[in-house]
């Protein structure tokens, strides 16, 4: 169970968007279920493949709340009909950025006690100019790889390091 000041839940609770929110609720956690061992590499099941009853992940909007991502990594770019890196992030919250400061992207609307900006907010336009620019104005964001790497397997397209061979559950 986690502990919340009530300021937080009401802050929480006016959250745009929010559909539910049940404080004071206790979870428990059931025990893992039995199965047999199989290699980490074994052959990828069916619905990441081909999907599973019309299901395939086309059109699913997917949001990682990790150490960052490496929008430069492969698996989350496409090229346009001129051979042109697209970003296929729609929007990146980067909550260690101050660039905003610096005219790249925008500030988040969250604040620090002290009214700086968490972060920058970067859109899919201004992540694929960065792309295409001779030098980058967007340092590292994912300094760890965790989050690229979680990124990438709920929606990484296996333009990476695999060529194909690797993609997320809804490429």
């Known amino acids: 169970m986690v502990q919340a000041k009530a300021e937080t839940i009401q802050a929480v609770a006016r959250s745009k968007g929010l559909l539910q929110i049940e404080p004071g609720g206790r979870s428990v956690i059931p025990p893992a279920p039995a199965h047999k061992r199989s290699a980490s590499r074994a052959t ?28 430069r990594h492969p698996d989350f770019i496409t090229l346009d009909e001129k051979g042109r890196p697209v970003s296929r992030i729609l929007q ?72 194909g061979r690797y993609t997320g559950v809804a490429p």
């Not at 992940?57 to 490496?70: E, K, L, N």
């Open 92 to 163: 990146f919250w980067d909550t260690t950025s101050p660039n905003s400061t610096k005219g790249i992207g925008q500030p988040s609307p969250f604040t620090y006690p002290g009214g700086a900006s968490i972060g920058t907010i970067y859109t899919q336009a201004e992540l694929t100019a960065d792309l295409r620019a001779e030098k980058s104005r967007i340092g590292v964001t994912d300094a760890n790889g965790h989050g690229t790497s979680c990124a990438s397997v709920a929606a990484g397209n296996g333009r990476g390091e695999s060529r």
């Open 44 to 71: 990828a099941e069916r619905i990441v493949r081909g999907g599973m009853n019309r299901l395939t992940g086309r059109g699913v909007i997917v949001a990682i709340i990790d150490s960052g991502i490496d929008f």
